[in-house]
């Protein structure tokens, strides 16, 4: 093969190995940010701090503290505000995961956006904590 030819080769085959590159590092960004979605973890609490709720993005309650003043509630109140806090922390948490992604992916790729929608389904905040 001519000079011209070798050179044709070579500049083909950097472009395929800059291709890969980009590939693998794009691939490692949306493990890395996969990880961060599943790892979201929102928080709540009721309006008066009686009630705070941690929950995962997959919905999973991991934590659930009462105050001594919730204990002065009746218990289908008590029970209706911790429904409430509940979907609160577990839309925060969606909410994280859709901020993660969008950080990563663009406010207007399709993940992020479907997440922001999903957290629809548990209503409004009662309070988000940080």
Known sequence: ????????????????????????????ALRELASEVEAAVGHAQSAEGEIRVTAAVTGAVS????????????AADLARELIEVIAAAQRDAVLRAA?????????????AAELRDSADRYGRPATRIE
């Open 1 to 28: 093969m001519s000079s011209p030819e070798l050179e044709g080769l070579d500049a083909a085959r950097a472009r395929v190995h800059a291709q890969a590159d980009a590939s693998r590092r794009a691939n490692q």
């Open 99 to 111: 901020a993660a992604s969008a950080a990563q992916l663009g406010e207007n790729h399709p993940l």
């Open 63 to 74: 934590a659930i503290q009462f105050s001594d003043a919730a204990l002065e509630h009746s």
